[in-house]
């Protein structure tokens, strides 16, 4: 078996599914990418058995056949190329595998292809076709709070839930909640999911800035995505997902409107002088009148500022954990923000003041039990 490609293409297509690869597989075959060449066309798979990754790319060759090629040691050599002309040639006996240079060879020991999982069939249920730039923002807009809780697998993914009307995206990790609604996406029939993390990363890492358009299928078990010359097919989190909808209290007289870029500028100065475990932060809230502080009385740091604001409703104090503060507001992409509370001990929801068309984000975050300074 024997195909030419330009290294520089070949690069850009593995490093495209490469990040499925997991260090320590399971199986040692998943450490490999699988070659499939069906004369001018070579599809590359990439696996870890719960996400399966591939791409097509043209190459010059008059071959079938395919081959396991290591793909660490594939992409090094890849990488230390310049841009030229490569001659693969597989010796389907052994499976040994010369790469030809212009001015080098290169030898690996590939495996027997039999030995790669198959990859699972689409047998889908539901179908939904969007830009690739709505799918980049439902995924950057939610990814961030996912827990990382292995014993609530529910959290580690992303739920999906589509209806005629409009699909909602929610993340969670107990402390803090977000709700991404698109009102441009619709199915004739209601369906949920969680998507894991690790496959919405990777597809967020591959998906292309504008607005090619995504296929996606649904089964029971798994997702399909396929837009341009990629696919990938992920198997879906089988848990229930905390009922979300009773978290987001309604009712939140206390509100506080704020320019969020002076906003998050002064939570980042403030949480340098918390605590470094629990980053707890104090807003206290008077008429148009904001105050930020901070302490760590392990050693007696201790900041504030204050902030000119627009704020209604009564005086207050309320903690929050600044890390989390910080990471939301860093995904807003408008200028001024809303804090919606109702009181010190129940969640404040953070929503852009400024909203895109077809587009609703809630940000839910929990309160922290405030230290009294001494």
Known sequence: MKFVVSSSVLLKQLSSVNGVIANNPIVPILENFLFQLDKNLLTVTASDLQTVMITTLEVDSADTGAIAVPARLLLDTLRGLPDQPVTFKVD?????????????????????????????????SLSVQLPAEVLGAAIANTIFAVSSDDLRPAMTGVYVQLTS??????????????????????TDSDSTMIIPRKALNLLKSSLPSDDTTVTADFSASNAFFSFNNIKMICRLIDERFPDYENAIPQNNPNVLTINKGELLGSLKRISIYSNKTTHQIRLKLAKNDLVISAEDLDYSNEANEKLMCDYEGDEMEIGFNAKFLIEMLSNVNSNMIALEMSAPNRAGLIVPADKKEDEDILMLVMPVMLNSYA
């Open 165 to 186: 009307e409009y699909s909602n995206f929610v993340a969670t990790d107990g402390h803090r909640l977000i709700r991404y609604r698109r009102m441009d996406i619709k």
């Open 92 to 124: 389907k006996d052994t499976f040994g595998t010369e790469i030809v240079t212009e001015n080098g060879r290169y030898k690996l020991s590939g495996e027997n292809p039999i030995d790669f999982p198959k990859v699972p069939q689409v047998s889908k």
